[in-house]
């Protein structure tokens, strides 16, 4: 199936970036090769979970021991947290790289294995909450076997900023190290149960935002 692909032409992102894209030669500079997330070669991190969420808009963590798991082959890692809330289940992943040349894909944070799952279809949407925007993908995720379909809001977070843009990340990455600042890319998604897409996209919004305040380790 064909991709259904609605772009991002905000003016105002646009000039928000701008400082960020003159970065963007530090990425071509440092290139580096795409990859796929391998399930199978996660192993589990000695270093718990030091700080998530317990409680937001009504979700309620249910697995609060939850550790990061390492994947040594792409040098990232992920913490999975699982949320529950009227009898809905949330899944929340957060993806960061452990070394500056790794890179984080989309791919990452399909509902279960690569060669199972495909992106049926993907929209770029700004969704506003009480504390902020946030510029994410809205992927629709189709199992190739069974056919079911699991709604994914995604984006990719550096400090304050959050792109739909993997490679605007990457140019906000390197300009960061550039400068000489501090800032850990990463990528967080929300998958959520229920295969009818939420409508409440300020809840989305929120609810990224604070995973990535309060999620440290």
């Known amino acids: 199936k064909n991709k259904d692909i609605a772009m991002f032409t905000s003016d105002c992102h646009s000039r928000q970036w701008a400082p960020v894209l003159a970065g963007f030669s530090v990425f071509i500079i440092s290139g580096g ?3 796929m997330l391998s399930n199978t070669q996660s192993t589990q991190n000695a270093l718990p979970l030091m700080s998530a969420p317990r409680s937001i808009l009504g979700w ?4 609060p021991l939850a550790t990061w798991l390492n994947n040594p082959r792409n040098n990232t890692r992920s913490l999975l947290l699982n ?3 009227g009898g809905e289940t949330l899944h929340v992943r957060v993806v960061e790289p452990m070394t500056a040349e790794a890179k984080l894909q989309g791919s990452e944070v399909a509902p279960g294995e690569s060669n199972t799952w495909r ?6 949407k700004t969704a506003c909450g009480t504390t902020g925007c946030v510029q994410l993908l809205h992927t629709i995720w189709e199992n190739g076997k069974t056919e079911e379909r699991q709604h994914v809001y995604s984006t990719y977070a550096l400090g304050s900023l ?3 843009s993997k490679f605007v990340l990457r140019a906000a990455h390197g300009w960061t190290r550039l400068t000489g600042g501090f ?9 959520f149960d229920s295969a009818v897409p939420l409508e409440g996209s300020n809840e ?4 990224l935002r604070s995973f990535q305040i309060e999620v440290v380790d």
């Open 83 to 85: 949320y529950r809330r």
């Open 33 to 35: 090769t795409g990859w």
């Open 162 to 164: 959050y792109t739909a």
């Open 183 to 191: 800032g850990k890319p990463r990528l967080i998604a929300l998958t």
């Open 204 to 207: 989305v919004a929120e609810m």
């Open 119 to 124: 992106e049926n279809s993907i929209q770029i």
């Open 60 to 63: 309620e963590l249910t697995n």
